[in-house]
Every structure is written in C-alpha cells, then in structure tokens.
T-cell receptor, first 115, second 115 residues
Framework: NAGVTQTPKFQVLKTGQSMTLQCAQD?????MSWYRQDPGMGLRLIHY???????DQGEVPNGYNVSRSTTEDFPLRLLSAAPSQTSVYFC??????????????FGPGTRLLVL | KQEVTQIPAALSVPEGENLVLNCSFT??????LQWFRQDPGKGLTSLLL?????REQTSGRLNASLDKSSGRSTLYIAASQPGDSATYLC??????????????FGGGTRVLVKP
C-alpha cells in the first residue's frame, strides 16, 4: 500500500490565485481529513469527510472547499489564495472513528507559500 | 470545546535516560487518544492508539497510559536514543456526534536526546 499520498510537495502561489491540493489513499478508509499546521497554532482541522459524498467543516474552513466523489480521493481547493493561507497542509485518513481501526494515517504534507 | 495541552514544550535528555511525555485534555468524551511522532519537515507517524476503554498500550520501548477520568495520558520511552529526537504530539478523538471526525491536537513536545 502507498498509504496516504499528497501532491504537490511544494507550491508557491500569488495572492488571488486558486489551486487544488490532491490527497489519495489506497487503504479503503472511510474517514478523511485536511489539517493545516502553523507555528504556535498546532494542527487545525479544515474539512473532513465520513464517506464518499459526505463532507463537513472543521475549525478553519473559510477560503477552502472540498469534495469527496470517491472513497480514495479528497482534494482541497483554495478558492482565492491569501498570505494567511501560507502553511503546511496535511491529509489524513482512518478506517473508522472507534477501536483499533481508528488510527489516523497522515500524508507527507504540502508546503504552500502565498506571496 | 476540547483543549489538549502538552507540557513541557521542549525536553532535552542524555542518551539512555527514560523519557516521560505528558498530555492532558479537558473533555473526557473521547473515542481514543493517539500519540504521533513528527520529524522536522515531515508528516506525522502514528506511534500508539489507546482506546477510551483501555488503560495502557505498549509497542517496543514505548508505553502509553490513559486516565480518562482525570484527562491525562503519558507516553514513556525507555532507554532513549538519539534517533528518538523528534516532536511528539498527542491527539484525542471526540465521541460527541456533532464533533464528527475531529481530532484535537496538543502543541507537541520537542525532544532532543543527546549522545
């Protein structure tokens, strides 16, 4: 299994540009999430999905959109990039919420710089 | 609102000494607690997951305890090695339905093991 994969690894955007961060997992996990990690702020949940076709907002959803058309993929869209969105973005997945299969697996991250 | 705290923020120990990392949380309505390791510039690697019904979990030199009633977890790393140098994060998964899939992270403890 490749686990959780994210592309791109690095991206530089200009203010106002849009882009999509890709996330895919090959473990047949129902639950997928997007986090951002900022110095002094820790990891914060942006959006999450409990299955194909079902998404919901996390703590910091403004400026981001998600969709979940398949179990495997969970892309994160930046609609109009702002310098405040400069961060490291992590995608995570788990088979369930409870029990031993509730273990969350993280991708390697995407470093985004918005100028 | 769930809050997760990790103290100290940084820790430096000589090689061979046992490591004790603390995590506290404010809301005991959790499915599980997970400990992660993060190396600089990398993603998060899951170390241990403790279900809410468990008191402890062990993997090799790692042992994690959970006292849900007092809102505390401790990660013990025996006979530390320089390769254990990393940031250690704990995260709790809420069992409140309205909270969805949310993991709440602590700020992490940065560990340096000196040869």
């Amino acid at each position: 299994n490749a686990g959780v994969t994210q592309t791109p690894k690095f991206q530089v955007l200009k203010t106002g540009q849009s882009m999509t961060l890709q996330c895919a997992q090959d473990m047949n996990h129902e639950y997928m999430s997007w986090y951002r990690q900022d110095p002094g702020m820790g990891l914060r949940l942006i959006h999450y999905s409990v299955g194909a076709g079902i998404t919901d907002q996390g703590e910091v959803p403004n400026g981001y959109n998600v969709s979940r058309s398949t179990t495997e993929d969970f892309p994160l869209r930046l609609l109009s990039a702002a310098p405040s969105q400069t961060s490291v973005y992590f995608c995570a997945s788990s088979y369930s919420r409870q029990g031993a299969s509730g273990t969350q697996y993280f991708g390697p991250g995407t470093r985004l710089l918005v100028l | 609102k769930q809050e997760v705290t990790q103290i100290p923020a940084a820790l430096s120990v000589p090689e061979g000494e046992n490591l004790v990392l603390n995590c506290s949380f404010t809301d005991s309505a959790i499915y599980n607690l997970q400990w992660f390791r993060q190396d600089p510039g990398k993603g998060l690697t899951s170390l241990l997951l403790i279900q809410s019904s468990q008191r402890e979990q062990t993997s090799g030199r790692l042992n994690a305890s959970l006292d849900k009633s007092s809102g505390r977890s401790t990660l013990y790393i025996a006979a530390s090695q320089p390769g254990d140098s990393a940031t250690y994060l704990c995260a709790v998964r809420s069992s409140v339905k309205a909270a969805g899939n949310k993991l709440t992270f602590g700020g992490g403890t940065r560990v340096l093991v000196k040869p």
